[in-house]
């Protein structure tokens, strides 16, 4: 009970932002939830300089509860999305990832990004905003390194929403080429459907959004051996920092599992499972909408904890 009371306040504070930005999300799908929220949570943070009795509540917020919509959203990715894809796009999906990643790694190094700052930018195409959300606790970034990352994926997700159907347009995509290309060049699921909805209303009968949300959700596959391998990577960093510290040798070799690989990422890869096989035994993939829903919200409210923890002067001395 203790445990509670000293989080209650901030978990509080962070679920009462998260509300007001899931209405502002719903009336403005292209911007989000999640974005408004850490916006405000900025905002808030700006003048709200000791946290006081809130902290606790608010940093565990911005992890535990981020690591909890994680897990939820495996409930709505049945790994069966990538035979419904076909091959088509498969290798579309795989190339722009892998471009990503590696453009990521060379200016990080080029532009002397931070190295966890890059990684969640490079991620970011595999699904935006959850990608971020999935592969953050991994690396163990802090909430300034996710903040630039939000920003980042926020700012071109609505540059691609208003511009890639008039672009689509001007090279003359098909409509199922149009959906590809939302589906895979777009981060975040709001703004595909939204850079899709415009070309449907463009292009009457063109039915381009349930293409382009196919292909976004097996690129939100990814999210599984992309947070698996870096898991490997940073336990197999901190072994051998370990090592040249002097640290006990039997605490560095080897390889251990439960460090590799986190519990929320073994918990998300088993609701994914779940998913598969409900879907597979003809259940209606409409009864995990809540869970989907639910999901949703926790990362809004994992959001506005990150926002609230934020220093918006470092953000943006660094943000160029």
């Known amino acids: 009970m203790s445990r509670i009371k000293t989080l209650a306040p901030g978990i509080a504070i962070s679920a009462l932002i998260a509300v007001v930005c899931w209405f502002l999300g719903q009336a403005v799908p292209l911007v989000g939830g999640a974005v408004f929220a850490i916006l405000l949570g900025m905002v808030i943070g700006t003048f709200w300089k000791e946290k006081g009795a809130a902290g606790p509540g608010i940093k565990f917020a911005s992890k535990k509860i981020l690591q909890t919509a994680v897990v939820l959203l495996g409930f709505g990715l049945p790994l ?158 901190e072994r051998k920092q370990a090592a040249q510290n002097g640290a006990d040798a039997a605490s560095t070799s080897g390889f251990s599992l439960k460090r590799a690989l986190p519990t929320f990422i073994v918990l998300f890869v088993c609701a994914s499972l779940v998913a598969t096989g409900a879907s597979a035994a003809g259940v209606d993939p409409a009864v995990f909408a809540p869970l989907k829903t639910l999901s949703k919200f926790f990362i809004v409210v994992a959001m506005a904890a990150i926002g609230l923890n934020t220093d918006v002067v470092g953000l943006v001395k660094s943000g160029a």
């Open 80 to 237: 069966t999305q990538l035979a419904q894809v076909g091959a088509m796009s498969l290798p579309v999906i795989l190339s722009t990832i892998s471009a990503s990643l590696i453009t990521a790694a060379v200016l990080c190094r080029a532009m002397h990004v931070p190295g966890r700052t890059a990684t969640l930018i490079g991620v970011s195409s595999i699904c935006g905003g959850s990608a971020i959300a999935a592969t953050a606790p991994v690396i163990k970034a802090d909430d300034q390194e996710v903040a630039h990352a939000i920003s980042v994926v926020f700012l071109f997700n609505v540059l691609a929403a208003l511009i890639f159907p008039t672009l689509g347009d001007v090279i003359g995509l098909s409509n199922n080429g149009f959906g590809l290309f939302a589906g895979t060049a777009v981060n975040d699921t709001s703004s595909v459907t939204a850079a899709a909805a415009v070309w449907d209303g463009m292009h009457p009968g063109a039915n381009a959004l349930d293409y382009a949300t196919i292909v976004k959700l097996t690129r939100t596959l990814a999210i599984i051996p992309i947070t698996f391998t870096l898991a490997l990577w940073v336990s197999a960093r």
